[in-house]
């Protein structure tokens, strides 16, 4: 908390924020209530704050005060003050991960996300944004990955990999290539990937040697994360945005891959042409859609006998709700498993994790994350499944605090790793 806040910078960046509609949806709210049974924190702590509908009429008072005639004349809304502010951190960053699910179930359809995203915006503007979620952003900034891996870990975790997968595949000849130029595929990956899951990097590899793809990582605009989605400080996310178009340019790529990430996934598609205010001169599709055409076009093959604990899949919100995407990782699962079975509700209807929105970067509200986390260990559980299968690195973390938290004894896996211990591969011909 800064010492003194600019109030009227963070009410610029409020308005800016609101587009016309958005701006009526501050005043569209019936108070039916609909939106509390839809979200995770008030389904788990059912009080007054953890409402949407409650978030959202702290931020509309603040819109009635300082943007309307009769709130200019003092009759009506709330100044955004000191207090105020605090009380939009709370609700904003602290009791909200952005999933949407309010506004999926919300009877006249207000988009309450983009009037919380305006809300974060300005708080970020004042300075007021959490400081663990800044430093996320600031390392993406300094470091071109948001846990500050230095240039010469990640080459040396790379080759580390390469030798793995060379002596999982016996063939000598496969490769995870580096800044090779014209390479059709730029293939980006989470950080926590090189540095928490190697694994889970060296599975995605195995999948590109099995379909004989030609793709690379990079040296540099390697992170497909952008937590400026979450600060909401367009300027920040641009900025992350940019590592990955540079990247692309200087290695005369055809197609951008987001490896599983599903908020790297809406920045990288959704949202980067946004912020850079232009169309991208290159193809951006997930690693999930990928595998899937891999699978239909034959070029990879699998034995579903493999996996024979019953799995589930949990649906990242800003792949699914947010991002469209929710069907290759299903036909993916149905190829690759021998029991694949739905959570109640899925696709866009899906409960959040608890992980989304910047929560995982936030220790002052960890306790209300791992408590709303609470309603995605109740579906696992309803499942039945012995796997749970995310297509998130972020999701990931939160299932496997709420496995241990909720006692659910259950696998957590990406894609990618189902994937990759199904294939059915050819013995290797190539020589050292």
Avoid at 136 to 145: E, I
Avoid at 384 to 410: M, R
Wanted: hydrophobic share 40%; glycine share 8%; aromatic share 8%.
């Amino acid at each position: 908390m800064p010492e003194t806040i600019d109030i009227r910078k963070g009410l610029e960046v409020f308005r800016a924020r609101l587009g016309e509609a958005d701006a009526a949806h501050l005043s569209a709210c019936v108070h039916c209530g609909l939106c509390a049974e839809s979200c995770h924190y008030y389904r788990m702590d059912p009080h007054l704050e953890n409402v949407p509908a409650r978030k959202l009429d702290l931020v509309a008072q603040v819109f009635r005060r300082h943007f309307t005639a009769m709130g200019k004349l003092g009759l009506q809304g709330h100044a955004l003050d000191e207090g105020m502010a605090k009380a939009w951190l709370d609700a904003v960053y602290g009791r909200c991960s952005l999933c949407g699910r309010c506004s999926l179930n919300c009877t006249v359809g207000i988009n309450l996300p983009r009037a919380f995203k305006a809300a974060r915006a300005a708080l970020t503007a004042m300075g007021m944004v959490p400081a663990d979620l800044q430093a996320t952003v600031d390392n993406s900034l300094r470091h071109g990955n948001n846990m500050a891996i230095t240039r010469e870990d990640w080459l040396e975790t790379v080759d580390w990999l390469q030798d793995e997968l060379r002596a999982e595949t016996g063939d000598p000849l496969a490769e995870m290539p580096m800044d090779r130029q014209g390479a059709k595929i730029l293939f980006t990956v989470n950080p926590r990937e090189p540095k928490f899951f190697p694994l889970s990097l060296q599975a995605s590899a195995k999948v590109f040697w099995a379909a004989k793809e030609d793709w690379t990582l990079a040296s540099d605009g390697w992170d497909l994360t952008n937590y400026g989605l979450f600060n909401c400080n367009d300027k920040e996310a641009g900025a992350i945005t940019r590592n990955l178009v540079d990247a692309m340019a200087r290695l005369g790529c055809e197609t951008l891959v987001i490896g599983e990430c599903g908020h790297g996934f809406a920045s990288a598609r959704w949202e980067g042409p946004e912020w850079l205010q232009g169309t991208f001169p290159f193809q951006v599709r997930s690693f999930l859609e990928v595998m899937d055409e891999y699978l239909e076009e034959g070029r990879i093959q699998v034995d579903p006998c493999r996996h024979t604990l019953p799995v589930t899949l949990h649906d990242p919100c800003n792949l699914v709700r947010h991002g469209g995407l929710a069907e290759p990782q299903r036909r993916i699962l149905d190829r690759t498993t021998s029991f694949f079975q739905e959570m109640t509700p899925n696709r866009a209807e899906n409960f959040c994790c608890g992980g989304g929105g910047g929560q995982l970067a936030m220790g002052a509200y960890k306790e209300r994350r791992m408590r709303s986390g609470g309603m995605k260990a109740k579906q696992i559980k309803d499942s039945g499944a012995k796997v749970v299968v995310a297509p998130c690195h972020n999701c990931i973390d939160q299932l496997s605090e709420i496995n241990k938290e909720y006692k659910l004894n259950v696998q957590i896996k990406t894609v990618a790793e189902m994937v990759a211990d199904a294939l059915v591969t050819e013995p290797p011909t190539g020589e050292p």
